[in-house]
């Protein structure tokens, strides 16, 4: 069946505006991808996976101006020792970055390796996104592949002594960022990931992270700072056997966005936890789409998101386990809940459980209410005044998607966000 008349244009109208990179090494997957786009067409508000989630802004031939915002507070991870790789605008900033050289670890630029014709990136740069594509189609997962014209290839041997961080900084107001980062983590080695900033006016990222048995990956984001920013993210990640993957992301602010998480356990024993806190206030649209695929024995995942949203803001979640046959002993939970702080916003939630094995332990639950009247009222009670009640519960409600974040320092800056966020906002 093709692709509907509608869609056609739509797809052909935003490919219009876009140049296929010739680009070595990738060049074959480049145009791969753009045969997939063109196979499933643009997102359209009658998809299943984007019924709650207008894609309008995000497949416009040209993307929405968005206020870049000017603050003295810190950016996010200011004060952890880390190795520092800046985009502006989606465009490697060399002179706002560190060297690209760390023991343990090999990182290149996407364009450079683009050049070479043999490259360990080219085993994998759309390998995960092309099996992503099935059952759930995601064309614009195919759209960055095809035209992310930047990004980085990081290559993890060791274990390297500081975080990665990839920072990326919002300039001009019509900014229209396709990032592509590809990540091999080799078996026993171990790597901390940090992602933050704005990014651009709208910003389309795809990651895609290949972690061999034994490996282990720590990933923790925070979107937020610019509000009329628009974006969709995605992220592919194979486990093999053993390894463990665990991510998180903090988004505040934001117009619009879609994160996406793909997770394949392909090996015996491996762990994938995928979590998630955001808080939103007025013009806000927040979107969590997680499908976590067991295929091997003895795993676990655990998918844990908490929302906060009032004045009309709007959060979505959609979250699967599938169980393949034979991933016997699989140990999956979901959890996706909603602190509504007043009458006028929405939490729109679709958990799914897909199980072909007879032994495992699956669960899933989703639940959306108010602050709870008689912790506030033990609170007030005892001379707390309302404000700083609320905020309290506030913060002990995202504590569990919080504490997925292993490192202390970490997590103690998320938290400290979430407080400012909040201060900010009485």
């Known amino acids: 069946m093709g692709v509907p008349a509608q869609k056609q244009t739509a797809t052909e109208a935003l490919l219009a505006t876009l140049t296929l990179p010739t680009a070595g090494c990738t060049q074959s997957a480049r145009e791969a991808a753009l045969a997939r786009l063109r196979e499933m067409g643009v997102p359209g508000r009658r ?61 290149e630029r996407i364009e450079d390796i683009c050049c070479k ?28 592949t095809a035209f992310a014209g930047d990004g980085i290839a990081i290559h993890v041997t060791g274990k390297p002594s500081k975080p990665i961080s990839l920072i990326y900084r919002h300039a001009s107001e019509s900014s229209d960022a396709l990032l592509h980062h590809v990540i091999r983590v080799e078996s026993g080695a171990e790597v901390t990931i940090l992602e933050n900033g704005p990014a651009a006016s709208r910003f389309n990222k795809c990651m895609e992270i290949d972690i061999a048995d034994g490996g282990t990956l720590h990933h923790v984001r925070a979107q937020g700072r610019d509000h009329e920013r628009r974006a969709v993210t995605h992220m592919f990640t194979r486990l093999g056997a053993g390894s463990v993957y665990k991510s998180f992301t903090l988004t505040v602010n934001g117009v619009l966005t879609r994160n996406e998480q793909v997770v394949e356990l392909t090996g015996d024993e491996g762990v994938a936890h995928v979590a998630g806190a955001c808080v939103g206030d007025g013009d806000f649209h927040h979107d969590d789409t997680v499908f976590v695929t067991h295929d091997a024995v003895n795993c676990e995942s655990r998918q844990v998101f908490k929302k906060v949203l009032r004045n009309g803001a709007t959060g979505v979640f959609q979250g699967k386990i599938l169980v393949q ?18 009458d006028d916003s929405q939490f729109l939630a679709k958990p799914e459980l897909e199980i072909y094995a007879d032994d495992v332990a699956c669960s899933h639950g989703s639940t959306s209410g108010a602050i709870d009247e008689t912790a506030l009222f033990y609170l007030r009670s005892r001379g707390v005044p309302q404000k700083e009640a609320t905020d309290l519960l506030t913060l002990a409600f995202l504590a569990e998607a919080v504490e997925e974040i292993e490192d202390e320092a970490l997590a103690a800056d998320i938290v400290s966000r979430l407080e400012g966020w909040l201060a900010r906002r009485a």
């Open 47 to 107: 998809d299943e996976y984007w019924k709650y989630t207008r894609p309008d802004t995000l497949i416009a031939p040209e993307a929405p101006r968005a206020a870049t915002f000017h603050t003295d507070e810190p950016m996010m991870f200011d004060a952890i020792d880390r190795l520092k790789i800046v985009f502006v605008d989606g465009v490697f900033d060399a002179e706002a970055s560190d060297a690209l050289e760390m023991e343990g670890v090999r990182i």
């Open 117 to 144: 014709d043999i490259h360990w990136a080219k085993d994998l740069y759309g390998v995960l996104e092309a099996r992503g594509q099935s059952p759930v189609p995601r064309p614009l997962a195919a759209l960055n």
């Open 325 to 342: 046959p034979g991933a016997q002993k699989t140990d999956g939970y979901q959890i996706s809940q909603s602190l509504l702080l007043d």
